[in-house]
């Protein structure tokens, strides 16, 4: 009987967790840029369908496109759960930004291209 009890209060806490969503919506202000153009990235996060405003960790991973990680930026809060950071990258081809956002025990890793002609 203990046992069964146990088994039910955990599969009870797994399933509150599983009701948790963390949403990461990440946007670019252009996707075909010309090297050093700026362009500004956008996260937006909602938890539970909420924006996010506080306790959120965030950081944008930059990718060059040979596949290297040429730095890492933490955005500056824009309001709304709006996440922003303006950047440029020299040369050709596509690069890549991966946001790594993490609240709470959640952690989503949306990533987006820019193309440098």
Excluded: R, W
Aim: charged share 25%; hydrophobic share 35%; proline share 4%.
């Amino acid at each position: 009987m203990k046992k069964l009890l146990l088994t039910v209060l955990l599969l009870a806490g797994c399933s509150a967790q599983a009701n948790e969503t963390l949403d990461v919506t990440l946007n670019a202000s252009k996707s075909e840029l010309e090297a050093f153009e700026p362009v500004t990235i956008t996260a937006t996060v909602t938890y539970n369908g909420e924006l996010v405003q506080d306790d959120v960790e965030i950081e944008f991973e930059l990718i060059n496109p040979t596949g290297n990680a040429i730095g890492s930026v933490k955005p500056d809060p824009s309001g709304d759960g709006k996440y922003t950071i303006e950047t440029s990258f020299d040369g050709t081809g596509t690069y890549k930004v991966i946001s790594h956002v993490s609240y709470g025990e959640l952690h989503e890793m949306p990533e987006i291209e820019v193309k440098l002609k």
